[in-house]
């Protein structure tokens, strides 16, 4: 059974930074990408960045390209988001995500399996 679990979310100033980690188990992530998505109170959830484990290609959301950087760890199971230059507008609950690449992968696509959340929490 695939688990996801974030961790390093919490209370930040605006123009910190923070790091988000990712830890996967329950298979071989090889042929996977890794998504991260948030979700603000009130507000649906969206697309922030994404990488693919084996190739390391990745895609950002408009609203933190310059600001945040995805990296994976594939030997540790881990992914990470990086989140330089926070800004209030940030402030939400991020996803991490895991899909299978093997017949296609669209960053901001489906994604099979879901960790819990993490609070993340800008203040200006």
């Known amino acids: 059974q695939v688990q996801l679990v974030e961790s390093g979310g919490g209370l930040v100033q605006a123009g910190g930074s923070l790091r988000l980690s990712c830890a996967a188990s329950?298979?071989?992530?090889?042929?996977?990408?890794m998504g991260w998505f948030r979700q603000a109170p009130g507000k649906e959830r969206e697309f922030v960045a994404a990488?693919?484990?084996?190739?390391?290609?990745?895609a950002y959301a408009d609203s933190v390209k310059g600001r945040f950087l995805i990296s994976s760890d594939v030997a540790r199971n881990t992914g990470y988001l990086q989140m330089n230059s926070l800004k209030p507008g940030d402030t939400a609950v991020y996803y991490c995500?895991?899909?299978?690449?093997?017949?296609?992968?669209?960053?901001?696509?489906?994604?099979?399996?879901w960790g819990q959340g993490t609070q993340v929490t800008v203040s200006s």
């Open positions: 995500a895991a899909v299978s690449t093997t017949t296609g992968w669209a960053p901001d696509g489906k994604y099979d399996y």
């Open positions: 329950g298979r071989t992530f090889s042929n996977y990408a």
């Open positions: 990488i693919s484990w084996s190739a390391g290609s990745t």
